[in-house]
Each structure stands twice: as C-alpha cells, then as structure tokens.
C-alpha cells in the first residue's frame, strides 16, 4: 500500500532506512507529528515485513475514533488513495471536515521530557514545622538580640560572556546526546526552537528530518536554518523543494548565498532574485563559481 503521500520522513520509510524499533513506535501512532503523516505511515506499515509492526500498525489504526477519522476523511486535501482505502475498512468521508487542526488523530507517544530541570521552590518560613518539645509541646524560639545588622550581599553582575547561558545549552545538548534515536526524533517534531536548532544538525538524517516535519516550524527558523552552513544538503533540498516554504523570498535567498546549497537547487532559484541582490551574488566569493557566472549574465541580459 503507497499512501501517496510525500513527505521527507515518509521518504526514509518507503526507502527502508528505518531501523526496527523507529518503524515499531510509528506503527503505534507514536512519531508523526501531523494526522496526514500518520496515517500515510500506518498504511505503509500494515505492509512492513515484520508482523508485530504490521499488527502494530492494524491496532493502531483501530483505536482511531471513527467520527474523527470520518472528519478527517471529508478534508479537501486528502488523497483519493486515502479515502478508498478507509471505504475499503469501512470508513466513509462524513460530517464537518476537521480542516482547522491537523494534529495526530490517536496519540500515543508521551510528551518529551523537560532537558532543564527546575527545582521546586524552597517551602516558606512559615510553611516550617514548628520546634517540637520533648514534653509534647511546641518550642517558642526566643528573640536574638545583639546581633549587627548584616551587610546585604552585592549583587553579582551578569557575566559577559554568558557563561550561564552557555552552561544551559551545553546541558540540552548533552541531555539530547544521551537519548536515543526515536527520543530525539520527538523531541524534534515537539520539543522548543531552541533544540530543534541542535537537533537539525543531527548526524542521523531521520532527526534531522524531522525537524522539518514539525508543526512548529517558522518562516523565520527555516530561513535561519537555510542560512547554516553546517547543515546537511539534504536539509537545504528539502527546504528548497518545499513549495510553501520557497515562496518566502528571504528563504529562497538564503539558499542561493548558501554555499552548501546544491547548485541545481540554487539555480533554479535564481529568478526569483531581485537585481540588486543578482549583483551581489555575481561578485560572492562564497558561492559556486558557476553560480557566480550565471548571476553575472542574468543581470547584464536584464540591462
């Protein structure tokens, strides 16, 4: 069963890139961050070659409530591919389309965990237990007199070189480096921007995919992400084969002055750039040569 639709993260499943135990929590509704992924992903999956993930996958797919599935189903977006196969199990389009949210319709996966600690407030003096007394009373502790009057402390200064803030990233990543493939892959679609912008730099292409499978995401955090130069290519021909997301201008300039950007991608891109910035590009020592070239003539054919 080819569910028809395209995603990145569906990509890795169809091309069998996905270890066991990754291919086992999305079969149990636990990974897509989208009710389209989901369920193109539960299809797939009733066809994997392992039985307990294909009956992860059936079980799953039966736990979804019929009315939301229906709603679901009456969207104008979903494929006819996905209706027939949900009239096929009994599952007709009906009701008022659920086109406001596109959250997982069965959720099973936990929340990620919090990767900064918070200490509980300490209690307050009055919240204390009284002193107790050996006869079986309460202690009344007597006034301190004579003591000076303590100097305040001064107050710290903030550190210049933001040690602490430092010292908070330094302990998501390790905390994010401790876990394990699947864990980061749901931090990625749920966690904050700020792992997400570790987590796109994920060694292993699944987290870092999806990343970009997040509901989250921004026009401004793609943007910041087609800046980076230390991300995959692959990150950077997902970002530029996104229609929605190429659309924004300062996205689709990124990319071009991007020299890790591949250059059939950044070429194709190049007519959506203004002349002034066609200039500029013709004379950036950072990018291809080729894509140097090419700018250069665009804008003297535009004379």
């Known amino acids: 069963m080819d569910p028809g639709l395209r995603t990145p993260l569906l990509d890795f499943f169809r091309r069998g890139e996905v270890d066991r135990d990754i291919r086992l929590q999305a079969a149990q509704g636990a990974l897509a961050p989208r009710a389209h992924e989901q369920l193109a992903l539960l299809m797939l999956l009733l066809d994997d070659r392992d039985p307990e993930i294909a009956r992860a996958a059936e079980a799953t797919i039966a736990a979804i409530p019929t009315a939301s599935l229906a709603a679901f189903l009456a969207r104008s977006d979903v494929s ?12 007709s389009a009906a009701g008022t389309p659920s086109e406001e949210s596109d959250a997982p319709l069965v959720d099973l996966a936990p929340d990620p965990p919090p990767l900064v600690d918070v200490a509980p407030d300490p209690p307050l003096l009055e919240e204390l237990p009284p002193f107790a007394d050996p006869s079986g009373g309460e202690l009344e502790l007597p006034d301190i007199v004579g ?123 190049l007519n959506r750039l203004s002349d002034k910035d066609l200039r500029a590009l013709s004379t950036n020592r950072n990018v291809p040569e080729l894509l140097r070239i090419t700018a250069r003539k665009k804008v003297v054919i535009d004379k």
Do not use: C
């Not at 792992?195 to 730099?201: A, D, M, P, W």
């Open 147 to 269: 003591l000076p009057d303590l100097a305040p402390l001064p107050e710290l200064e903030p550190s210049e070189d933001g040690a602490a803030e430092d010292g908070k990233k330094e302990s998501v990543t390790q905390r994010l480096a401790s876990m394990t493939v699947a864990q980061r892959m749901s931090v990625a679609m749920k966690g904050s921007r700020e792992e997400r912008s570790i987590l796109i730099r994920d060694p292993n292409k699944l987290v870092s995919t999806s990343v970009l499978s997040s509901p989250k995401m921004t026009d401004s955090e793609v943007e910041a992400i087609a800046k980076m130069q230390n991300v995959s290519d692959e990150i950077l021909r997902i970002i530029g084969n996104t229609r929605a997301w190429v659309k924004n201008y300062n996205v689709a300039h990124a990319l071009v002055r991007n020299a890790k950007t591949p250059v059939a991608l950044s070429m194709n891109l």
């Open 80 to 91: 006819t591919d996905m209706r027939e196969f949900f009239a096929a199990r009994g599952v």
